[in-house]
């Protein structure tokens, strides 16, 4: 059923895009405006408690409970681990905004400053980090916990639906249940086929720079046909081989690129803008987690932030169940430093870097990056790279990067989206991940030719609405589960403890009735 309904929806969705792509980009606009106008404060309020419980997690006594039992050991090397971690949750988004965020939020800056002033520098850079930082890599944490938890710690099948079982109980199997992984479903589609339609108009401007070809909507189309076969053929390799390796990989590529955006940037600029923007955003992040604009009526914070909250949302079950299968093993603190500080930390330094040298370009460097904003966000970077050293290079990196960051999210999710989609907590059959990876494709195709990036952002801010208030529930409901777990843990300490000591206790009155071999004499 929830198969047969998630395909259903999302093959509509494609007719509709593909065959109507004026009507459904101004419905989508539509229906975005009415979400953020009701409920945008939803999402910040949401996600900042998301934030908060994952801190109380990793600093409680909880921390110490492991997914899985306590016998369970991990089945790959800290180094896998994370670089699996790091390809599915951020992978193509860290390239495309990398330059292209902080250049925008410099010209079009929040909180009612200066364009083009200092300020607005700073400020630009702060948000990119506020938007990449920890807030993304807590909603990837809860989801991830949450659903390792119920598969590994308590025995159920994995699916979305099972996170909910403390609070709505046998009704998990049910017609409630089968909405709430359908609504999982869809919203993953919908999120990962964003990111896809990204990655694949920036490999397509990558291209018309260095190769000169084209950066139209059939290039586009090509470039997601050439993503398919790869990201098939990983899929249906298996996890321990083609997602593995290609995520190991993908990790070395992203650091030679920054390494050489570092060595041939303005390098001390680059580590002043991480120190100065950190203490920043360390400093202002209560604030900016919160803030709306009810007064100024500026459309800043629902065009960036929400859009960036609902994107995460919305990729938080796709991720949440990926992590989930990789994370056995680890503890609960260790999961959740994994997850968010370490990823978060690697974000900071790659915006520092690309958004740190756009912005020396721009402002001190004598170049103009504002003619490639204008053109569009995915030209940004290439046009950044065109004024370093070894620009060729850079820029063939990028797109290599691109593709297999591409793959890879696209392999992740194929596996995922056939696993949530199936009563079996097994690997899906081939078949099925054969459907889920045509369709992620069918789905990009369809919103880049219903409006590009911004039909992107409005189905994304619409899709992830529900699932943010699912969000909330699963957290309650670990909360739950957690706590009683981590009451009986003790419990079983304080009789193992009480245990010993009745058996010392034993050991000592039986020396004290069996005198030494003797008698009194010795």
Same mark, same amino acid.
């Given at each position: 059923?929830?198969?047969?309904?998630? *395909?259903? *929806?999302? =093959?509509?969705?494609?007719? &509709?895009?593909?065959?109507?792509?004026e009507?459904?980009?101004?419905? !989508?606009?539509?229906v /975005?405006a009415?979400?953020?106008?009701?409920?945008?404060w939803?999402?910040?309020?949401i996600?900042? $408690?998301?934030?908060?419980?994952?801190?109380?997690?990793a600093?409680?006594?909880?921390?110490?409970?492991?997914i +899985?039992g306590?016998?369970a050991?991990?089945?790959f090397?800290?180094? !896998?681990w994370?670089?699996?971690?790091? !390809?599915?949750?951020?992978?193509?988004?860290?390239?495309?905004? %990398?330059?292209?965020?902080?250049?925008?939020?410099?010209?079009q800056?929040?909180?009612?400053?200066?364009?083009?002033?200092?300020?607005?520098?700073?400020?630009?850079?702060?948000?990119?980090?506020?938007h990449?930082g920890?807030?993304?890599?807590? &909603?990837y944490?809860?989801? +991830?916990?949450?659903?390792?938890?119920?598969? @590994?710690?308590?025995?159920s099948?994995? /699916?979305?639906?099972d996170?909910?079982?403390?609070?709505?109980g046998?009704?998990?199997?049910?017609?409630?249940?089968?909405?709430v992984d359908?609504?999982a479903?869809?919203?993953?589609?919908?999120?990962?086929?964003?990111t896809?339609g990204?990655?694949?108009? /920036?490999?397509s #401007?990558?291209?018309e720079q260095?190769?000169h070809?084209?950066?139209?909507?059939?290039?586009?189309?090509v470039?997601i046909?050439?993503?398919?076969?790869?990201?098939?053929?990983?899929?249906?390799s298996?996890?321990?081989?083609?997602i593995?390796?290609?995520?190991?990989?993908?990790?070395?590529?992203a650091a030679?690129?920054?390494?050489?955006?570092?060595?041939?940037?303005?390098?001390a600029?680059?580590?002043?803008?991480?120190?100065?923007t950190?203490g %920043?955003?360390?400093?202002?992040?209560? #604030?900016m987690?919160?803030?709306?604009t009810p007064?100024?009526?500026?459309?800043w914070?629902g065009?960036?932030?929400?859009?960036?909250?609902?994107w995460? *949302?919305?990729?938080?079950?796709?991720?949440? #169940?990926?992590?989930a299968?990789i994370?056995? +093993?680890?503890?609960v603190?260790?999961?959740v430093?994994?997850?968010?500080?370490g990823? #978060?930390?690697?974000?900071? &330094?790659?915006?520092?870097?690309?958004?740190?040298?756009a912005?020396?370009? /721009?402002?001190?460097?004598?170049?103009?990056?504002?003619?490639?904003?204008?053109?569009g @966000?995915?030209?940004?970077l290439?046009?950044?790279?065109?004024?370093?050293?070894?620009?060729?290079?850079?820029?063939? $990196?990028?797109?290599v990067?691109?593709?297999t960051?591409?793959?890879?999210?696209?392999?992740?999710?194929t596996?995922?989206?056939?696993?949530?989609?199936?009563d079996?907590?097994?690997?899906p059959?081939?078949?099925?991940?054969?459907?889920w990876g045509v369709?992620q494709?069918?789905?990009?195709?369809?919103?880049?030719?219903?409006?590009?990036?911004?039909?992107?952002?409005?189905?994304? &801010?619409?899709?992830?609405?529900?699932? =943010?208030?699912?969000l909330?529930?699963?957290l309650?409901?670990?909360?739950?589960?957690?706590?009683?777990?981590?009451?009986?843990?003790?419990r079983e300490?304080r009789?193992?403890?009480?245990?010993?000591?009745?058996?010392?206790?034993?050991?000592?009155?039986?020396?004290?009735?069996?005198p030494?071999?003797?008698?009194e004499?010795?």
């Amino acid at each position: 059923m929830v198969f047969r309904l998630s *395909i259903g *929806i999302l =093959a509509v969705l494609v007719l &509709i895009g593909v065959l109507m792509p004026e009507a459904f980009g101004q419905w !989508s606009q539509r229906v /975005q405006a009415a979400t953020l106008g009701g409920a945008g404060w939803l999402y910040l309020v949401i996600v900042f $408690c998301v934030l908060a419980f994952l801190g109380y997690l990793a600093f409680s006594r909880i921390g110490q409970l492991r997914i +899985g039992g306590s016998d369970a050991e991990p089945q790959f090397s800290r180094g !896998s681990w994370f670089a699996m971690l790091f !390809s599915a949750g951020m992978g193509i988004g860290l390239v495309f905004w %990398g330059a292209a965020e902080p250049l925008s939020h410099y010209v079009q800056p929040p909180e009612g400053l200066s364009p083009a002033s200092p300020a607005a520098a700073r400020a630009s850079l702060r948000y990119a980090f506020f938007h990449w930082g920890l807030h993304p890599w807590a &909603i990837y944490a809860l989801m +991830g916990l949450a659903m390792a938890w119920a598969q @590994y710690n308590r025995g159920s099948r994995g /699916q979305i639906s099972d996170l909910l079982e403390p609070l709505i109980g046998r009704h998990v199997h049910g017609t409630i249940g089968h909405l709430v992984d359908v609504l999982a479903v869809v919203a993953t589609a919908v999120g990962v086929a964003t990111t896809l339609g990204l990655g694949a108009a /920036q490999i397509s #401007a990558g291209l018309e720079q260095v190769a000169h070809v084209p950066a139209t909507f059939a290039t586009q189309v090509v470039v997601i046909a050439v993503a398919f076969v790869l990201y098939m053929a990983s899929s249906l390799s298996g996890l321990d081989r083609g997602i593995k390796w290609l995520s190991n990989f993908n990790i070395v590529a992203a650091a030679i690129l920054l390494v050489l955006v570092i060595a041939l940037g303005p390098t001390a600029f680059i580590f002043e803008t991480f120190t100065t923007t950190l203490g %920043g955003y360390l400093n202002q992040l209560p #604030a900016m987690s919160l803030r709306m604009t009810p007064f100024s009526q500026t459309s800043w914070v629902g065009e960036w932030t929400i859009f960036y909250w609902a994107w995460w *949302i919305a990729w938080a079950p796709f991720v949440g #169940a990926f992590f989930a299968r990789i994370s056995y +093993g680890r503890t609960v603190r260790e999961f959740v430093f994994g997850v968010v500080f370490g990823p #978060a930390l690697v974000s900071f &330094i790659w915006f520092s870097a690309f958004g740190g040298t756009a912005l020396f370009q /721009q402002m001190f460097g004598g170049i103009d990056l504002l003619p490639a904003l204008a053109e569009g @966000y995915e030209h940004v970077l290439f046009a950044m790279t065109t004024h370093l050293p070894l620009a060729s290079l850079l820029a063939w $990196c990028a797109i290599v990067l691109l593709l297999t960051f591409f793959v890879t999210s696209a392999d992740s999710a194929t596996l995922v989206l056939a696993s949530m989609s199936s009563d079996s907590p097994e690997d899906p059959p081939i078949s099925r991940r054969m459907v889920w990876g045509v369709m992620q494709a069918a789905i990009a195709i369809a919103l880049l030719a219903a409006g590009g990036l911004n039909a992107l952002q409005a189905v994304v &801010i619409v899709a992830a609405l529900p699932f =943010a208030i699912l969000l909330a529930a699963v957290l309650v409901a670990l909360q739950r589960v957690l706590s009683q777990d981590l009451a009986t843990l003790e419990r079983e300490e304080r009789e193992l403890h009480r245990a010993e000591l009745r058996w010392l206790r034993k050991e000592r009155d039986d020396a004290v009735r069996s005198p030494p071999a003797g008698g009194e004499s010795d």
